[in-house]
């Protein structure tokens, strides 16, 4: 018989870790950064196990005297918060006569929020009372690389006008896309993690929600005809207007990508070499942005075109 409170003590600890490793700023601390809601995600979707919210909030309260009141934040804010709303509406009901679960669809649609509310926010703070969010974080990359080029050149690097250039456009890169890229990143957390834990508990025999497949995402008409006006007036757009909708495109296509990987799944299925096939998909899409956006025109395609009925049609002849 389970001791009270044994699992939700470990969650507690484990969670704390994970996140508090950030502070080593190492490999090693990125990983376990990234699998910080993870027990929380394993305490929340667990059977019988209501405490998931409360947990959390005591991880942030242990962190604010174990770190920095803003790491303490940080966690409330990115994980412990959205840790359990997902876990709450995850294991809940839906339908006129709560007979079943709760859509994964509205999920994947609901993760892009707080990063676009806040992406929102954050650019029109500094277009009214500064020179813009895009001029800030290029400022803010040029000190970071300075110092990083002054570390070389302590080495006896001999930075050249090749290696200048190379740089100037890894600078411009990453200002130019970064509240896109730091919203991926941890929408992509939420979502893994979350996958992880089903999957875990499922295992175990103890997960409350029997399904929790990401062949199950589907997305409304509407929402891909925002997508596709917003890649639209990305590519026309110029100046802070711009930099917003350029920004904003990326955060929109995850939901959709999360629907194309459904039918890449949905034909994976559909040979020997499902779990080889995934593993490599996965390892190119993280290293490769184009193959990003070819699972993106899939999941836009499968809304069109209806792709994953054919491919379930085919698995019944």
């Not at 834990?197 to 409304?220: C, D, H, T």
């Amino acid at each position: 018989m389970k001791k009270p409170g044994i699992i939700e003590g470990t969650v507690l600890l484990t969670t704390i870790f994970f996140f508090g490793a950030m502070n080593g700023g190492s490999l090693f601390a990125f990983l376990f950064l990234y699998l910080a809601p993870l027990p929380l995600f394993i305490l929340g979707l667990k059977k019988d196990s209501p405490w998931c919210g409360l947990v959390g909030a005591v991880a942030a309260v242990s962190l604010y005297f174990i770190t920095t009141p803003q790491m303490s934040i940080m966690y409330l804010l990115a994980i412990a918060g959205p840790t359990t709303f997902f876990c709450e509406k995850a294991t809940s009901r839906a339908g006129p006569s709560l007979d079943g679960w709760y859509s994964i669809s509205n999920l994947c649609l609901f993760i892009i929020v707080p990063p676009t509310f806040l992406f929102v926010l954050l650019t029109a703070y500094f277009w009214l009372y500064g020179q813009g969010l895009g001029f800030v974080l290029i400022e803010k990359t040029n000190e970071i690389f300075d110092l990083y080029i002054t570390a070389l050149k302590g080495q006896g690097q001999n930075i050249n006008p090749s290696i200048s250039l190379q740089l100037n456009n890894v600078k411009k890169s990453f200002s130019d896309t970064a509240p896109a890229l730091i919203a991926i990143f941890w929408m992509s957390l939420i979502v893994l993690n979350g996958l992880i834990a089903q999957s875990i508990l499922r295992k175990l025999k103890q997960n409350q929600r029997p399904s929790f497949a990401i062949r199950e995402v589907q997305i409304p008409r509407l929402f891909v005809v925002t997508l596709l006006s917003s890649i639209t007036l990305a590519i026309f757009l110029n100046g802070e207007l711009g930099y917003l909708v350029t920004n904003l495109t990326p955060i929109l296509a995850f939901p959709v990508i999360l629907a194309g990987l459904g039918v890449v799944h949905m034909l994976a299925d559909k040979t020997k070499y499902n779990g080889s096939i995934l593993f490599f998909l996965y390892l190119i899409i993280t290293f490769s942005r184009w193959a990003a956006i070819l699972v993106v025109l899939v999941g836009i395609a499968d809304h069109f075109l209806k792709l994953r009925n054919k491919v379930q049609a085919d698995n019944l002849q």
